[in-house]
């Protein structure tokens, strides 16, 4: 599925914006990529789920694997895109209920792909990553939204920060 559509709905919805911004990393950005904004659009959110099915078509995998907040809604799309299991890592332990780091389960070997939104420097991608072995599972996978391209390492990401400035620049031009 080609991801122009979902490029163009993105920068519609404004979901790219430019400015000064603090990232989850501590790094500060002139352009920030609101994919949690973008993924409350439920077109949006299936062209994600669809791109991304499409990008792990060849990889073999038994449960997906987000952390709360932003990978939540796209593994729960792509959850249901694929009629796989997930299983949510919570930023923080809580300390009431079940008091839990974790909703859902990772059985023994079975095979994980982990969900981001927007990977800047990939540390919360590797934290998730590190937390499915904890668990006794084993990493098929990394796979966001958006790769900022600022992490000097490859994962596998539907679109590059590059490709949405260049297609909304390109977008500002045909309208002036």
Do not use: W
Request: proline fraction near 2%; hydrophobic fraction near 45%; charged fraction near 30%.
């Amino acid at each position: 599925m080609s991801t122009d559509a979902l490029v163009r709905r993105m920068i519609e919805t404004g979901a790219l914006k430019f400015g000064d911004f603090v990232l989850s990393s501590g790094k500060r950005s002139r352009v920030y990529v609101d994919v949690k904004l973008a993924s409350t659009f439920p077109d949006i959110l299936e062209m994600i789920a669809e791109n991304m099915a499409a990008r792990l078509r060849n990889l073999e995998f038994d449960r997906i694997a987000c952390v709360e907040l932003g990978g939540v809604p796209i593994a729960v799309a792509l959850s249901l895109k694929l009629n796989k299991p997930l299983v949510i890592f919570r930023k923080e332990k809580k300390d009431y209920g079940v008091k839990g780091d974790r909703i859902g389960e990772i059985k023994e070997g079975e095979k994980v792909v982990v969900v981001e939104d927007v990977i800047t420097t990939g540390s919360s991608a590797l934290s998730a990553a590190r937390r499915v072995e904890e668990g006794g599972g084993v990493v098929a996978g990394i796979i966001a939204v958006v790769d900022r391209e600022e992490s000097g390492k490859e994962f596998m990401s539907i679109l590059k920060l590059s490709d949405l400035i260049k297609a909304y620049d390109s977008l500002q031009s045909t309208e002036s």
